[in-house]
């Protein structure tokens, strides 16, 4: 039983004495010193922490004996190139030696190198490709 409790059951205290509210200004002051100070007056502004995901660049490499529309098919079924899109694509690695068919996320663009190396592979062609960080 607290103190209020108490007093409210003596008798050495008139009824109408008893339980008065106390009201809000007579509490302690959190803006002057020692009186329970609370409120540093730092104003903060919570700001969800996100990153945005590194981007990875997927290049094909060119070779001397994969056929050139085996390449053309994997442009289309692998990064949704159009046909007139993936024939320039693996024109330009075919001169250039390497070419860029996207840039991803990091488990998208890894997604998509296991998806070439394993269907050239299933098909006994050397076609190589892999990722870098943008
Ligand atoms: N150079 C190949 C040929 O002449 C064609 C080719 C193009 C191979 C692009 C791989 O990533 C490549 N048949």
């Known amino acids: ?16 004495f ?3 509210p106390m009201p809000a200004s007579a509490g ?3 803006d ?5 100070d609370t409120d540093t007056g730092t104003i903060t502004k919570t700001r969800p922490k996100t990153k945005r995901p590194s981007l990875y660049r997927v290049l094909l490499l060119n ?3 994969t056929p050139m529309e085996f390449v053309i098919l994997v442009l289309q079924d692998v990064f949704n190139k159009s046909r007139e899109d993936a024939m320039q694509i ?5 001169q250039k030696g390497v070419g860029e068919c996207g840039v991803y996320p990091y488990e998208v663009a890894e997604t998509k190198v296991t ?5 050239a592979r299933k ?3 050397p076609l190589q490709c892999v990722m870098e960080k943008q």
């Open 32 to 36: 002057e010193p020692g009186k329970g």
């Open 18 to 20: 008893r339980q008065v």
């Open 63 to 65: 070779d001397d004996y």
């Open 115 to 119: 998806r070439v190396m394993d269907t």
């Open 123 to 125: 098909n006994q062609h």
């Open 28 to 30: 302690p002051k959190d």
């Open 90 to 94: 693996m024109l330009h690695v075919h």
């Open 1 to 16: 039983m607290n103190f209020d409790d108490r007093l409210a059951m003596t008798d050495a205290v008139p009824a109408v």
